[in-house]
C-alpha cells in the first residue's frame, strides 16, 4: 500500500520561508509525483508536479517562490517555500499517481502564514 506521509507545516509570517517534507514508501509504476493545497472554502489546486515524461511544473502563482525537489533515493519529496504570502495559507498535500490505477494522497500538513 502506497503511503505518503507530510511533515514541515507550521506557523510563519509573510515573507519567510518553511520547507515541507513527503516521504513515500511503497511507490510503484510511477507516472507523477507533486504537491496540492487547498484553502479554506476553496478547491484543492496544484502546486507543483513532475511526472515520467516532464520537467516541474509549477502554478502561476507560486513560479519563482517554491521549489520542489526529490532526494536521490526518489523517496522523499520537498517543497521549499520563500517569499511566503498569506495567501499561501492552505493544507498541503503530497500527490503520487502511478501509470495505472488510483492517484494517492498523504494527510495534509496545515501551512499559515500570517500578514
Known amino acids: 500500500q502506497v503511503q505518503l506521509v507530510e511533515s514541515g507545516g507550521g506557523l510563519v509570517q509573510s515573507g519567510g520561508s518553511l520547507r515541507l517534507s513527503c516521504v513515500a514508501s511503497?511507490?510503484?509504476?510511477?507516472?507523477?509525483m507533486g504537491w496540492y493545497r487547498q484553502a479554506p472554502g476553496k478547491q484543492r489546486e496544484l502546486v507543483a508536479i513532475?511526472?515520467?515524461?516532464?520537467?516541474?511544473n509549477y502554478a502561476d502563482s507560486v513560479k519563482g517562490r517554491f521549489t520542489m525537489s526529490r532526494d536521490n533515493a526518489g523517496n522523499t519529496v520537498y517543497l521549499q517555500m520563500n517569499s511566503l504570502m498569506p495567501e499561501d495559507t492552505a493544507v498541503y498535500y503530497c500527490?503520487?499517481?502511478?501509470?495505472?490505477?488510483?492517484?494517492?494522497w498523504g494527510q495534509g500538513t496545515q501551512v499559515t502564514v500570517s500578514s
Open positions: 513532475s511526472t515520467t515524461s516532464t520537467s516541474t
Open positions: 500527490y503520487f499517481r502511478p501509470k495505472f490505477g488510483n492517484e494517492y
Open positions: 511503497n511507490l510503484f509504476n510511477f507516472y507523477a
